[in-house]
């Protein structure tokens, strides 16, 4: 069994730029994806199979609200508040969604894979009208 | 491919070791100190680096596979597979090209090979999805893939100097 070619085993100074490429590419998607969407207030954007179902404006809660959601056999409960939100419960297997906690800022997300619900945090910007209650 | 029965019987050994690495992995839980989601050690990723270096590409190619769908099929969760085999084919992608440049030590291979398990699942995660949410974790795992891909990197080379003088790895 021929080996290919032996690997050196132990760091080598080279190592140091493959690293260096990783933090860039972290640093660099950083600025793309948490820069974005800072605005006055906040509001969830919640999709279910892909498509936006529901955009809640966050800012013009005036207190906690708990609502259920249920896509693909599972049912997960929302917290949403002004200055975030949460899953308080979730019945799918693998709980990744509590465990996220609550997200504040513009650009977070939490997801629940096996519901295939996901909820974004985008800022909003005050252009006029927020609402129109009828 | 045409493998002799030596190479055969190695695929099928390596194979076994990466599906009980993944499964002891379990008992590991990195994400209860990093809660993010997807985070995990990688330890069969040192399989991969390992056969990569001793059979070469084509036969880490099907350890990988018969790994990941063995794996999704042990664990009953089909939607598991398209996140191990798209995470594992980037993964040994990254880590085929990087192993030949000569001036990187394993460490190096198996951090580019952990950044690139990464982009591959947040890729899965993302097209389960139908939308760009999961992105907002990319940056924050290959944070941690420094740590894993270093820590998978420092056990295959034990692997290699231990296997240094074996048949294994005489040319």
Known sequence: MPMRQSPGTRPKPADALVALAVILLAAALALGVWGRGAGSGLSAVISVDGRVTETVNLSLLSGPEVRELTANGYTLRLRLSPDGVEVLEADCPNQVCVRTGAIHRAGQSVVCLPARISVMLAGTTDDGVDAVLG | ?171
């Open chain 2, 1 to 171: 491919m045409k493998l002799t029965t030596k190479q055969l019987t190695l695929c099928a050994v390596l194979t076994a070791l990466a599906l009980a690495l993944s499964y002891v992995e379990n008992f590991l839980p990195l994400s209860l100190a990093v809660p993010l989601p997807g985070v995990k050690l990688g330890l069969a990723n040192i399989v991969t680096v390992f056969a990569l270096y001793a059979l070469g590409a084509g036969q880490a190619l099907l350890i990988l596979i018969a790994r990941c769908t063995l794996g999704a099929l042990f664990a009953g969760n089909v939607n598991a597979l398209l996140f191990s085999l798209l995470g594992g084919l980037c993964a040994m992608g990254a880590m085929a090209l990087l192993s030949r440049f000569r001036p990187l030590s394993v460490y190096g291979v198996s951090v580019g090979g952990a950044a690139a398990h990464n982009c591959g699942q947040v890729a899965a995660a993302i097209l389960t999805l139908g939308n760009a949410a999961p992105l907002y974790y990319l940056p924050l795992l290959l944070g941690v893939s420094l740590f894993t891909g270093a820590l998978t990197g420092f056990a295959a080379g034990l692997l290699f100097r231990a296997l240094e003088h074996t048949s294994l790895m005489k040319a």
